[in-house]
């Protein structure tokens, strides 16, 4: 079994920044991308970064130069330094990795709980 832990939100006031972090344990053979998504409340559930096994990155327009995702794959755990927040970036947000327990041929998609990141104007 796989788990993906998240830490790191709460409050901040606009300009303000946090570090949300997302390690996976359990069963894991090889993990590939690794990523974050947030979802507002009635809002559908959005991509923000997204780092690649080979370190490759892609963000959301909306958070592009304020936002940085890292990751550190001795400790499979992937990091999204938040700088510059603004009341928009307020929602919950979602560790995404996709994870092999076993072998190459049984990758799986999995999540974690959410974190909550309020932004203060």
């Known amino acids: 079994q796989v788990q993906l832990v998240e830490s790191g939100g709460g409050l901040v006031q606009a300009g303000g920044s946090l570090r949300l972090s997302c390690a996976a344990s359990?069963?894991?053979?090889?993990?590939?991308?690794m990523g974050w998504y947030r979802q507002a409340p009635g809002k559908q559930r959005e991509l923000v970064a997204r780092a690649s096994s080979g370190l490759r990155t892609n963000y959301a327009d909306s958070v592009q130069g304020r936002f940085t995702i890292s990751r550190d794959n001795a400790k499979n755990t992937v990091y999204l330094q938040m700088n510059s927040l603004k009341p928009e970036d307020t929602a919950v947000y979602y560790c995404n990795a996709a994870i092999s327990s076993h072998s190459l041929y049984d990758l799986r998609v999995y999540w974690g709980q959410g974190t909550q990141v309020t932004v203060s104007s």
């Open positions: 359990g069963s894991i053979f090889s993990i590939n991308a």
